[in-house]
């Protein structure tokens, strides 16, 4: 049987995930978002963590409950595991079931963020729209909430993203036809979420939002993390300044 983790828990399984690298993991660990399950409480020895539509699996792959942990599975969940063993087991464990594909891992040190460009793709911005951060006026906007239930989302409430949460959005004609915002946050930073209209797609919207963003957050010392799901957002991180790491395995599970 599995359990969901108390705060014991958590600081033992928090070793099963050095390998991984991802903002998610230490957005449950440093206590902001998401849950865990393990298999023990105080001797745990396979684990698994989720956070919004991402979950994640360490430890022992072959504990008795790892399979119990793997078909612990939300709705429309993205998996991600690191070790050969977990992949093995879960393509085991959902055999026929599974899809298989890569996620884009980005990088930049802050200070190699050329300031000026970022300006001057704000500075793009055609007369007819208005950039605005997402305050208490944004933020009620259905139109906003359209484009990305991730852009607050995951936070607790309106009030908690307006306390932790940061982003910025295109309004045209009083309606949201881009932003970017914190899909998540840790202590040092967020995780991007960005998102278009279709109507308003290659007009460098998407550009402009990510930019304001990363200039916010550059401000106030957070890093803005970027984690591309398809070649378009590949396109954009570079445009902004990213350099990519490294591509990574990712799993979706139908028919549970």
Not at 53 to 71: M, Q
Not at 80 to 97: C, F, T
Not at 115 to 135: G, N, R
Not at 175 to 191: K, L, P, R, T, W
């Amino acid at each position: 049987m599995i359990i969901k983790a108390d705060s014991h828990a958590k600081s033992l399984i928090e070793p099963f995930f050095e390998q991984f690298d991802d903002t998610l993991l230490r957005s449950y660990f440093e206590g902001h978002m998401g849950e865990a399950w393990v298999d023990d409480l105080t001797h745990p020895t396979a684990a698994q963590v989720t956070v919004s539509v991402f979950t994640f699996y360490a430890g022992d792959h072959d504990s008795p409950a790892a399979e119990e942990l793997l078909r612990n599975l939300p709705e429309d969940v993205l998996i991600i595991v690191e070790a050969d063993g977990w992949k093995r087991r879960l393509e085991e464990v959902h055999a026929g079931a599974f899809e298989k594909f890569s996620r884009f891992r980005f990088y930049n040190n802050g200070r190699d963020f050329d300031l000026q460009h970022l300006k001057s793709l704000i500075a793009d911005l055609p007369d007819e729209f208005t950039l605005q951060k997402i305050d208490e006026t944004v933020i009620k906007m259905p139109s906003l909430h359209s484009l990305s239930e991730d852009f607050t989302g995951n936070f607790d409430s309106v009030e908690d993203y307006l306390k932790r949460g940061m982003g910025y959005a295109v309004i045209h004609n009083g309606i949201v036809v881009s932003a970017a915002s914190s899909f998540s946050i840790y202590n040092q930073g967020i995780e991007i979420e960005v998102g278009t209209h279709p109507d308003y797609r290659r007009k460098g919207l998407a550009a402009i939002t990510s930019a304001a963003l990363i200039l916010d957050c550059l401000d106030n010392d957070i890093y803005p993390n970027w984690d591309a799901a398809n070649s378009e957002s590949v396109k954009l991180a570079e445009r902004l300044g990213y350099v990519m790491k490294e591509a990574y395995d990712t799993y979706s599970v139908s028919n549970r």
